[in-house]
């Protein structure tokens, strides 16, 4: 088999050594529930301080709540603003648009202009894009960071902010609600979980700036190649988070791309109708952009950047010949 | 010239109009009908891109026809 290259962290998270000792010793001691007057569920809640403890520390926030996903997080960091309006740009996920009642449009770049009254549902970056939404000047807004928060030193401080841990390189199935206002009290997932995201936070807490800026030159180093060799692509968004980043292969079908790339061991995600539900990405249509041929990378932390050197080659042979293939390489 | 691209799925209503785009001269009008969904956001940022002047004409029962006027 050849050897894989993981650049999209949405087909998952392989699980580490050092992630299930963590996970294992956590599952061991902390398998109680933490609101039983036990003593194992004092055991179990002594376990939650300590991660809650070690999140306040390195986020700067005075409190923080574990939840089971983004969309739970969201609901309870909206719950303070009660019926106010709901406003998100277009390009925010389904399940967050499902939550609001306003869809702002985005311009070909993919940056929205607030407005109007209520409360925004702000991304820190876009998930298939990587696009940062602008802060609202006039209105409240929780920030959406589950696709930043671990990734950037470069987030506001000051409103509710919502993290997910396979961002930064756990396990996926628990997010983070961060405030400095006090949070509701809620039913914790599993501590072992808890325990491993925190883990995998602190690993990366420190360097996750210099990453940033090595991740932002090999994607940059990697647009500029494939602008060079390869006809016809276009990359989606300027301003936006180092370690996403969107293109469309012009005259390909993704299905096809994606499979090519997989089978030479790069696995990648895509916005194009043919490898999602029949429809295109809601993202780049709202962009305005070509959707076919959608090829998008998410580099997990564990991903060495310097790996989209051969990948940038490998595409140029694959997309060269597959158009040659299909009859549209001269189109 | 006309192109009936009902049926066809993405990416090959924009093979069919960049083709017929190869040949034609600067200048002329080719109307393409569809009724993929991603044909509707293709083919005008295709053209965007290729600096062709693009017009949806038609939009009848989620068949959508655009003219394209071919750019320089």
Known sequence: ?????????????????????????????????????????????????????????????????????RATALAAALQPHGDAPRTAAATHRREVLAQCGT???????GLVTWQGDGVAVVQAANEETGVID???????????????????????????????????GAPGGLAFLLSDDPLPPTPPPPIALIALAVQALTDVWS????????????????????????????????????HIRSFSVL??????????????????????????DGTPSHVLAAMGVVTHGNVRIALPVSTEPSVLDGFATVLADTVHRLRVEAGVADL | MNLDCTGQRCPQPVIELARAAKTAPIGSLIRISTDDPAAAIDIPAWCRMRRHACTLVADCAGTLTHEVRLGG
Do not use: K
């Not at chain 1, 609202?136 to 589950?146: G, I, K, N, T």
């Not at chain 1, 360097?207 to 989606?236: C, K, L, M, N, Y």
């Open chain 1, 1 to 69: 088999m050849t050897s894989r290259h993981l650049l999209d962290l949405r087909a998952g998270t392989p699980w580490t050594d050092a992630h299930l000792a963590v996970f294992t010793a956590a599952a061991r001691g902390g398998w109680g529930d933490p609101r039983h007057p036990s003593s194992e569920g004092r055991r179990a809640a002594t376990w939650l301080e300590a991660a809650e403890s070690t999140v306040r520390s390195l986020s700067g926030y005075r409190h923080v709540a574990f939840l089971p996903n």
């Open chain 1, 134 to 168: 602008p802060l609202p000047e006039r209105m409240p807004y929780v920030l959406d960071a589950s696709n930043a928060f671990g990734r950037t030193e470069a987030l506001p401080h000051g409103a509710s902010v919502i993290a997910d841990a396979s961002a930064w």
């Open chain 1, 207 to 242: 360097t996750r700036g210099e990453r940033e800026r090595q991740t932002a030159a090999a994607v940059d180093a990697f647009e500029a190649s494939v602008s060079a060799t390869i006809p016809d692509v276009q990359f989606h968004g300027h301003r936006r988070i180092a």
């Open chain 1, 103 to 109: 869809a702002l449009a985005v311009d070909d770049q």
């Open chain 1, 251 to 276: 005259h390909l079908d993704a299905e096809t791309l994606t499979r090519a790339l997989d089978a030479a061991g790069y696995v990648v995600g895509s916005g194009s109708a043919c490898v999602a």
